[in-house]
């Protein structure tokens, strides 16, 4: 009998203690799905006709204030607003105060927001059109054959999943075409160069990208005493993109002040 008593003191407790925090129990026919995620409002609703509550009080919204989805239960999202720097926004919204809106009013209300940062992937790249010597006395235009391996990290913005500007890091082997102009041969031929090129692709639209790039050809110890004269110099590029992953990132922006 004692045992008893000791455990229904001990569940009194704990309903308790959870209902204080703020944190539901649930039961074994509630269902339970994280979304977790910093979502932001779109539109203000004034107090009296808010969907958005604290217990049962309705709460008001307001437009471009953020939050962060803690969980959603029984076709309601429970979050929690994100940490004002205003210490009178702060004392009216934080200080551990869960709120709660059905969940198909919240998905009409709200729109992800997600990281800067879109993260990094790896793909090929051509960069077939090149100027050499741009500013000195051996300028010159060429189309090479150069297939790349290459990183890639995306940034964008907050409000979509997909990068609009990507960096690139890129190694692989080019074409060279070697003459009587570009160094001491007499007759044309064809040696392989390491290239190491950097660059940066800007995406105007969805399927449109256009990459400037920089980089350095570097012969083999069997053709360096060709004396090519764009061994290890400077070129600049215009690159086409055939990456067939997007960069994008599921990811929420990290949880900050607003």
């Known amino acids: 009998m004692k045992n008893i008593l000791i455990?229904?003191?001990?569940?009194?407790?704990?309903?308790?203690?959870?209902?204080q925090a703020g944190t539901p129990t649930f039961t074994s026919s509630d269902t339970l799905k994280l979304k977790n995620g910093v979502y932001q409002f779109q539109y203000s609703i004034s107090e009296d006709s808010s969907p958005q509550f604290i217990d049962t009080n309705n709460v008001m919204i307001n437009r471009g204030y953020k939050i962060i989805v803690l969980y959603e239960n029984n076709s309601n999202v429970y979050y929690e607003y994100i940490r004002f720097t205003d210490s009178t926004l702060r004392s009216k919204y934080n200080e551990d105060r869960i709120y709660r809106i059905k969940k198909e009013i919240f998905e009409q209300l709200t729109r992800p927001l997600y990281s800067y940062y879109k993260g990094a992937i790896g793909g090929v790249y051509t960069v077939p059109f090149r100027l050499r010597d741009t500013f000195g006395d051996n300028f010159d235009f060429e189309s090479s054959l150069s297939l790349q391996a290459n990183v890639v990290f995306g940034w964008g913005s907050k409000y979509k999943k997909e990068s609009w500007f990507d960096a690139s890091i890129g190694l692989g082997v080019t074409g060279v075409n070697l003459n009587s102009n570009n160094s001491n041969l007499s007759n044309e031929r064809t040696a392989s160069a390491l290239t190491i090129s950097v660059g940066a692709v800007v995406k105007p639209a969805k399927l449109v990208n256009m990459g400037v790039f920089?980089?350095?050809?570097?012969?083999g110890k069997d053709d360096r005493e060709v004396d090519w004269i764009y061994n290890r110099k400077t070129w600049i590029g215009l690159g086409i993109n055939i990456s067939f992953n997007q960069i994008k990132n599921d990811n929420p922006n990290k949880k900050d002040t607003q």
């Not at 920089?214 to 012969?219: A, N, Q, S, V």
């Open 7 to 19: 455990a229904i003191v001990l569940i009194f407790l704990y309903q308790f203690v959870a209902a």
């Open 214 to 219: 920089i980089g350095w050809d570097f012969l």
